[in-house]
Each structure stands twice: as structure tokens, then as C-alpha cells.
């Protein structure tokens, strides 16, 4: 691990401007990726800006009937607070179902959003990968893809996002708010928030530098059957082969996004539209664009059946 310094702003505003000021800065919270890669010497920040003592780690009602959850709330605590679990269940299950119960103990709502892939070529820093260094190559196409994306792909990078709770935020509609170094501060959809790789595969969110995430917000419950079903190797600690989220009406109608098969969580409005025709037709809406490799064609099988899985489950 390479030598920085550190510091503990006392507000978002001096944490945002820290930021803006050292284009090797970071920001740390629970630490539960950025650490490792700052071990492998894949991150290798001159400063870190330590987030924890700025207050934002509470979850309040809004005005408009959904809920605010702030960046620093641990995963652990989002997952079993009972406005959570009783009105966004997706989104307790998602979490429940990410990591081991140490990680989500320490791991945060915006940190979860902004972790970075688990591709073994992104993480080996012997092999070309655009991601770790822009222009170098991407190793998994031709290489080892079978864990990779097969939609939303590009010529200079096929890896996925690993997160399960921002699978669950996306079919939700969550909104990410946040702070600029100026002090102005905006919201942006998570439809918007993370980015196809591109050209630019090493810019993997909207967030523009010292752009600091205060709170993420869920607009009014949407009631329905709540589903998170995620399909791995072992089952437990093992990041997603692919995963559904879903919200399932009792006319048969609802949202689904899917994990493990692209860049960013997946969710294509025709496929909602689709669910009520049963799997096939909300897989093949929302693997239209598919590219996969030999490897990871499987992928294509599995979301239209563990889709039909979810919404078996939904009709009881």
C-alpha cells in the first residue's frame, strides 16, 4: 500500500471542496473496497477524506411519503429497519443476500453503489484492462468471461457491477442526491447514475470530481410481491451469476431489473410492460441488445428462468 495522508472534514462541504482540491483524493467511509484495492495497488489514492463523523447515517420519512436514507447508513442497518423491511422488502432482501454479515455491518449505502467490478482481470494488475488503466486492452474478451456482462457490453469492456442492493434501488426508482465542491446540490435518477463502459469504461458513474453522495431517496412504497432471487456458485459470499429484482402486482404486472449480466443494473421499461406475459417475453425485452461470449451464453437461459422462478413465486 502506497504512503497518503488523511483527514476528517466537519461537513459535506468541506469534504466535497477536499475532494475537488486533490485529484487523488478519496473518499473512505467503511473502507470494504476501497481498502483491498488500495492493498493491490489498483487504487492508490494520495489523500483520503474519512466521511464517517459528518452525520449522514440516518433513515427519515420525506415530505412526499418515501424515505431518505443517508449515505453513511451501513447496509446491516438499512436491511432491518422496519420501514424498510415492511415497505421496500426488495430491498432488505437484496442487501441480506450481499457479502457476509461483517461486511454489511461496516459497508454503506453509497459505498455500495460505488464499488467497483470483481472481474479477475481488473483485479490481476499483470493483465491489460481498460478499467485499471484506459487504453491498455480488455483481457476477458477472448480470456475468462464466463462471470461476465452480456448486455450492455463494449469493444473495451464486458465486466458487471457487483452490487445486489443497487439491483434492488434501480427496480425501485431511488434517486441519488448529492453535493457538489461549489456547495449546489442535485438528484440524480439511478437510472442515470451509473454509466455503460463505452470508449470510458474507467468512468463508471455520473458523479462529476468531488461530487459527494449525502442520501439516497425511494419515493412512496409501491406495494405488490417483493422478489429478490440471486443465482451463484456457492450460496453464500459469492457475487451474482445473475440476479432479479422484482415487484410483482396481482394482475401480474411490475418492475424487474436484473444483476450479473451488465455494466450496470439492468431494467428496460419494455420488459416491465412484458412481465405479465410471463418469463420469456420480459427476458427476451430485457436481453434484446444481448452479446455474450461462449462462456457466458448460459446467462441468456438463466435470467428467463429464474424470471419464470419470480414470478411463479409472485402468483403463489
Known amino acids: ?43 492508490t489514492p494520495t489523500h483520503l477524506i474519512d466521511v464517517n463523523g459528518l452525520g449522514l447515517d440516518k433513515i427519515e420519512p420525506t415530505t412526499e411519503g418515501g424515505l431518505r436514507i443517508g449515505a ?17 422488502g426488495l430491498l432488505s432482501r437484496a442487501l441480506v443476500a450481499g457479502a457476509s454479515g461483517q461486511l454489511r455491518n461496516k459497508a454503506t449505502t ?18 491489460p484492462c481498460n478499467k485499471r488503466q484506459p487504453g491498455t486492452g480488455c483481457s476477458a474478451i477472448g480470456g475468462i468471461s464466463r462471470q461476465h456482462a452480456v448486455v450492455g457490453v463494449s469493444d473495451t469492456c464486458i465486466a458487471t457491477h457487483p452490487s445486489d442492493m443497487a439491483i434492488a434501488m434501480r427496480a425501485l426508482d431511488a434517486v441519488v ?6 456547495g449546489s446540490s ?15 469504461p474507467h468512468i463508471e458513474t455520473a458523479l462529476e470530481p ?5 442520501s439516497v431517496t425511494l419515493p412512496q412504497p409501491i406495494g405488490g410481491k417483493h422478489i429478490y432471487r440471486k443465482v451463484r456458485d456457492r450460496a453464500s459470499y459469492a457475487f451474482a451469476l445473475i440476479s432479479i429484482g422484482a415487484v410483482i402486482q396481482p394482475d401480474g404486472t ?48 438463466l435470467v428467463e428462468r429464474a424470471l419464470g422462478a419470480v414470478i411463479a413465486e409472485a402468483r403463489g
Not at 442535485?186 to 470510458?200: C, Q, V, Y
Open 110 to 127: 453509497a459505498g455500495n453503489l460505488l464499488q467497483r467490478t470483481r472481474c479477475p482481470y481488473f483485479y490481476d494488475t499483470n493483465q
Open 210 to 214: 468531488g461530487e459527494f453522495i449525502t
Open 254 to 301: 411490475g418492475r424487474v431489473a436484473v444483476g450479473g449480466v451488465a455494466h450496470k443494473p439492468w431494467r428496460v421499461e419494455a420488459a416491465d410492460a412484458g412481465l405479465a406475459k410471463g418469463a420469456r417475453a420480459a427476458a427476451s425485452a430485457l436481453l434484446a441488445d444481448a452479446r455474450p461470449t461462449e462462456q457466458n451464453r448460459f446467462k441468456v437461459d
Open 72 to 88: 453513511l447508513v451501513r447496509n446491516t442497518d438499512l436491511a432491518s429497519d422496519t420501514a424498510v423491511r415492511r415497505d421496500y
Open 186 to 200: 442535485r438528484s440524480i435518477p439511478i437510472a442515470d447514475f451509473h454509466r455503460l463502459p463505452g470508449d470510458t
Open 1 to 43: 500500500m502506497k504512503a497518503f495522508t488523511y483527514e476528517r472534514p466537519s461537513s459535506v462541504e468541506a469534504a466535497a471542496k477536499a475532494a475537488a482540491a486533490n485529484p487523488d483524493a478519496k473518499f473512505i467511509a467503511g473502507g470494504t473496497n476501497l481498502l483491498d484495492l488500495m492493498k493491490l495497488e489498483i487504487e
Open 177 to 182: 442526491e448529492t453535493v457538489k465542491p461549489d
